[in-house]
């Protein structure tokens, strides 16, 4: 029987109960709301010794992904966290961590891009990253947030990947609000994530590398076929990798969730904490008789095409909720759903919905009106929008 203990903490305290636990060789950080309570946390646990992680105090937030870049490069295991205003000044170096394949682990409390100046959760700031080649994972609560940066580690440095990857929470909804959250024994946890093995790194001088050449015409088209096939392997290597964290916590950590939608003949899908709210209002309505039901996408780069249309088949409606515009496009989730279910000979129809920006909340009632429409045929083809003022 494992080990574990329940406490009652944030969503940023539980992230930084797993990096206390997996003890980083070094952890760079800047602080920035809704993201700095992930990092003061951990620094107190630096002061008062329960890790031997080196803490580098930085004057940016480029400089933080700077220094852990360095640090991975080395052969350290490197982490950070960061979110909004934050991730966008790093935006030079977040393709640099990729493409110099650091497995870095990043913490994101995802807040709204300015301007206007906003402090509160959209995904505007992940989205804008989202082909930048991190992998990326998207929590609905403290527990998963704290369990996915376990997982994440360990995808992140696995030989056939060696990406960087982005676990995102929503700012202040998850980051702030207190849960019961079961933290796990800290020997099966280390076990778990084990030790990093560096198969090239710049301190290992008796097999000198060069890292971080120029390519012109000549090999730079050849090092991003890699990236994208490393991003490939990151789909067969999460699933993996996530059956084997489920011995420990006994959790599932498929592509997605499947929530009620066996017999559904309308469903919901969307990340992160909406999740929640929209479980609430498929398990109202399945008692009214209605036949709805929730995808909650966990994994989204790399996207599971393949098996998200597998999961909705014999759906006749699908509503898909994106918490950021694509300015000018489809909204992200949205239009990867549609490319997913592009080849299908049976499509269902599929509905387009932005909501919560810059923090508005979803209220049980926009979820439910979003069913409704669903369920009734009443789609346009055309972007709406939920909780808006027209």
């Known amino acids: 029987m494992t080990k574990f203990k329940m406490l009652p903490l944030t969503g940023n305290q539980a ?12 952890v760079a950080a800047y602080p920035i709301t809704p993201q700095s309570a992930i990092v003061e946390t951990f620094s107190k646990f630096v002061a008062d010794g329960k890790v031997d992680t080196e803490m580098v105090r930085v004057e940016s937030e480029h400089s933080a992904l700077s220094a852990v870049v360095g640090a991975s490069l080395t052969g350290a295991r490197a982490m950070t966290a960061t979110c909004s205003a934050g991730l966008a000044l790093m935006w030079e170096i977040v393709g640099v961590a990729s493409g110099l394949r650091c497995p870095i682990v990043m913490a994101v409390a995802n807040r709204a891009l300015s301007a206007p100046i906003n402090i509160h959760c959209d995904h505007s700031d992940s989205m804008g990253a989202r082909d930048l080649s991190w992998i990326q994972i998207y929590c609905e609560n403290a527990q998963e947030a704290y369990e996915m940066v376990l997982l994440a580690l360990r995808l992140a440095e696995h030989p056939d990947v060696m990406l960087p990857v982005m676990v995102c929470e929503d700012g202040f909804i998850t980051s702030h609000c207190v849960q019961n959250v079961k933290i796990h024994d800290d020997s099966d946890v280390r076990k778990f994530v084990g030790e990093r093995r ?12 060069t890292i971080g050449a120029i390519e012109l015409q000549d090999y730079y088209f050849e090092s991003k076929r890699q990236q994208q096939e490393a991003m490939k392997n990151a789909l067969k290597v999460y699933l993996e990798t996530g059956k084997e964290l489920s011995k420990l916590t006994g959790n599932d950590y498929g592509y997605f969730e499947k929530y009620r939608i066996d017999g559904a003949e309308a469903i919901i899908i969307t990340m992160s904490s909406s999740a929640g709210t929209a ?46 515009f694509s300015f000018g496009a489809n909204a992200p989730l949205f ?18 919905y932005v909501f919560g920006l810059g923090g508005r909340d979803l209220l049980e009632e926009h979820v439910e009106y979003a069913f409704k429409e669903l369920l009734e045929g009443k789609l346009t083809g055309k972007e709406k929008y939920l909780g808006l003022r027209e």
């Open 15 to 26: 992230i930084a109960e797993a990096m206390r636990q997996v003890n980083p060789d070094v």
């Open 198 to 209: 560096s198969e090239h790194n710049l301190f290992d001088f008796r097999h000198p590398v």
């Open 279 to 324: 479980k609430t209002v498929v398990d109202r309505m399945r008692n009214e008789g209605k036949k709805v039901g929730l995808l909650k996408i966990r994994l989204f780069r790399p996207f599971p095409y393949e098996e998200v249309k597998e999961a909705i088949k014999g759906v006749k409606a699908i509503g898909v909720l994106d918490r950021s």
């Open 335 to 352: 239009s990867e759903v549609k490319n997913a279910l592009f080849d299908m000979e049976k499509r269902p129809k599929v509905q387009s």
